[in-house]
Each structure stands twice: as C-alpha cells, then as structure tokens.
C-alpha cells in the first residue's frame, strides 16, 4: 500500500510516515494463544497487558485496523477477535468495555453485535440500567458504539438513552464533563468532579458522531462544542491535553503526565469528527498537539524508531508519592502545582490502543473524504 495515501485518496498528515511503525508493533502486541492484543511494551520490553487492557486495546485495535484498512495477523479472524474480548468481557464484568466490543463489532461483523454483547454477559434490554456506574468515557464509548450499530429499533432506542444519558454529564457552568455520577461505585464517585481528559474527548467524539449520524436535535453537537473550546482554552505552551479538569470550576486540576496517545491520537479525531459535524475548527489545536511529539518538555522525540514504538508519556519526577499527593490535590480542589517545573521523566511504556488510534486518527484526517462503509467519519 502506498503510505502517502490510504484508500479513498485521503492525504495523511505528517505522522503518515510513522503507520508501518504502528503496524510492527500491533504484529508483536497480538497473542495467538488467546486472541487478543494482549501484549504491550512496559520499561521497553515486552510483556502482558494488566487489568481490562487486553479487552479495550484489542477492540480499540479492531476499529484503527478497519479505518485504515490493514490486514488482522495471518493466523487468525474478527471473528475470532471478537468473541475473545465478548468472552474477556464476560469473564472480568467489565461492561464498560462492551461499547467499544460493539463498535467494532459494527465494522466488522454487521448485525452480530447483540450476539456478542449477550456471549458478554450485557444484553441491550439491560443496558439502560448500566449505565449511571459507568465513568463518562465508559459511557461514550458505549454512545459511539451504539450510533455505528443503529440496524435495529432496538439498537436505535438504546442509543437515545445512551446519548441523554452522556449529555446529562455535561457541568453547564464548568463547560466539561463530570467524571462519573452519584451512582457510580465509591472509587469513582469521590472523584466526580475530577475529570480526566479521557472523559472529555471521547465525549467530544461520541457526541459528534450523534450529530453526523442525525440523531442530535442540537444539544449534543452544542456540548461536543463547549467542551472542546474548553480543553482547547487551557491547552499548554507546547500544545500539551492536560489529565485532569475539575468540573466545579472548568479548570485544569492535574497536568501531569502527558500522554502521547493523547496528543496524536485521541484529541486529533475527536476535534476532526467535531469539525466534520459541523462544529467548531480546532483543527491548528490538534496540530499543536502533535508537535509535541517531537518538542516537548525532554527536548527529545517520543517516537522511537529504534523501539518501533511512540512512548507513553511525559511524567513528573517524584515517584508513586508524587503522583498520588497531585491526585489528592485535584480530589480536595487544591490548586495544581506549577506545569513549567523542569524535573520530569520518560514513560517507556506503550500499550496496543495507543498505535490504533494513531492508525484511526491519521485515517480521518482529511474532512473531505467520504468515510468507507460502517464508519461515520
């Protein structure tokens, strides 16, 4: 495949050349053993992925691969891709997962994701019930999955819950996303008004794709809006998304770290999809964004072609009790430490999504191609 154009003609971006880099390591990152992308970089070697991981990143995975059409590894199918994360799903009760096992379900195998979400333990006539314990990027994944698979007035009610439901997270007077409601388990509830950028931009996306799929009556298009203007207003000198935003005052409430993934990944589709729904251009943003990549606060790239890989993240020196005191910080509205402090560190870690991502990123960056079928955008 010529890497300066994916199929449709779309002009890739400057990270184009970087795609084979993501393709190497998705080979190395999937084990036949369990049918699943579930191996991942840690201290710059190879290892296995931890906690739900393996079921995020394989679905995530599924979808960059479809978009940029690239090849699943030769010994195995989506199908059986799919029912290894619907089995993972079932098996961990992750059900926050279960909207990106559809989404990719969707592009994949049409019309079998209600199949795979009963084998996963979520059946659609529950869904509604689940939600409110879910986080807010739990809650639009499920919104993004659901608008891919609206094939059935089932799907198609479900969806419009799901869309309520999202929009309802919205902190009108802060312009972000609460992390989570009064529901949620206790863990996530303490921290409500601490919001990561997760649950900002995966929103921006869902809420998007709400509007080009024309189910949005205005008010999810205006929140996509409000909330991207907001991140983008507090985005750092060097185009860094920051982590946390408290959702009291629509202030940044934890800099570090900076993601990679972030940066070339999830703010550049999530501001794509907001512009090809007719929202607002923050299109220069994303591109900052990605400039950090190569100027950053280590003055050294995060790509390492070496290592065929995009590092993690840039972090704060200081160790567990660092970050944990900057959690308690943002957790009791304390004001964030300075972002311009010198000391900080290389996260040489990467996991399987973050190189999907950057494939499904660079696949819809040009706004005027039409989408292959299944996508939205």
């Given at each position: 495949?010529?890497?300066?154009?994916?199929?449709?003609?779309?002009?890739?971006?400057?990270?184009?050349?970087?795609?084979?880099?993501?393709?190497?390591?998705?080979?190395?990152?999937?084990?036949?053993?369990?049918?699943?992308?579930?191996?991942?970089?840690?201290?710059?070697?190879?290892?296995?992925?931890?906690?739900?991981?393996?079921?995020?990143?394989?679905?995530?995975v599924l979808i960059g691969a479809h978009r940029a059409r690239l090849p699943?590894?030769?010994?195995?199918?989506?199908?059986?891709?799919?029912?290894?994360?619907?089995?993972?799903?079932?098996?961990?009760?992750?059900?926050?997962?279960?909207?990106?096992?559809?989404?990719?379900?969707?592009?994949?195998?049409?019309?079998?994701?209600?199949?795979?979400?009963?084998?996963?333990?979520?059946?659609?006539?529950?869904?509604?019930?689940?939600?409110?314990?879910m986080t807010t990027m739990e809650v639009a994944w499920w919104v993004s999955g659901l608008l891919h698979a609206r094939q059935h007035p089932q799907e198609n009610s479900v969806s419009d819950h799901a869309l309520t439901h999202l929009t309802e997270r919205?902190?009108?007077?802060?312009?972000v996303m609460h992390h989570a409601t009064?529901?949620?388990?206790?863990?996530?509830?303490?921290?409500?008004?601490?919001a990561n950028f997760a649950d900002q931009?995966?929103?921006?996306?869902?809420l998007a794709l709400a509007a080009i799929a024309g189910v949005d009556q205005g008010r999810a298009l205006s929140i996509a809006n409000r909330v991207a203007q907001r991140i983008t207003e507090h985005q750092g000198g060097l185009g860094q998304w920051w982590w946390h935003y408290d959702s009291r005052r629509g202030e940044v409430a934890q800099h570090y770290p900076?993601?990679?993934?972030?940066?070339?990944?999830?703010?550049?589709?999530?501001?794509?999809?907001?512009?090809?729904?007719?929202?607002?251009?923050?299109?220069?943003a994303a591109s900052r964004g990605t400039d950090w990549l190569d100027d950053n606060e280590l003055?050294?790239?995060?790509?390492?072609?070496?290592?065929?890989?995009?590092?993690?993240?840039?972090?704060?020196?200081?160790?567990?009790?660092?970050?944990?005191?900057g959690r308690a910080r943002s957790i009791l509205g304390a004001a964030p430490r300075h972002p311009e402090s010198p000391l900080f560190e290389l996260n040489r870690e990467t996991r399987p999504y973050e190189w999907?991502?950057?494939?499904?990123?660079?696949?819809?960056?040009?706004?005027?191609?039409t989408p292959p079928p299944g996508h939205l955008v």
């Open positions: 495949m010529d890497r300066s154009t994916i199929p449709g003609g779309t002009t890739l971006s400057r990270l184009s050349h970087y795609l084979p880099l993501c393709e190497k390591s998705l080979r190395k990152a999937f084990n036949p053993r369990t049918s699943l992308f579930d191996r991942q970089l840690r201290h710059g070697q190879w290892s296995t992925t931890l906690g739900t991981e393996a079921i995020t990143s394989t679905c995530i699943l590894p030769s010994d195995t199918t989506a199908s059986d891709l799919l029912a290894a994360a619907a089995t993972e799903v079932a098996k961990t009760r992750y059900l926050g997962g279960g909207g990106l096992l559809l989404w990719a379900a969707s592009l994949w195998s049409p019309g079998d994701g209600g199949s795979l979400l009963t084998d996963a333990g979520i059946p659609l006539t529950r869904l509604a019930s689940e939600l409110s314990p919205f902190a009108e007077s802060a312009g009064r529901h949620a388990p206790w863990k996530q509830r303490i921290r409500r008004h601490v931009i995966y929103s921006v996306q869902a900076v993601y990679s993934v972030h940066q070339h990944g999830m703010a550049p589709m999530a501001l794509h999809t907001l512009h090809r729904a007719g929202g607002a251009d923050l299109r220069d003055h050294r790239s995060m790509i390492d072609d070496h290592a065929s890989t995009v590092w993690r993240s840039v972090e704060r020196q200081g160790g567990l009790l660092g970050k944990w005191e999907a991502w950057l494939l499904y990123s660079e696949a819809i960056g040009d706004d005027s191609a």
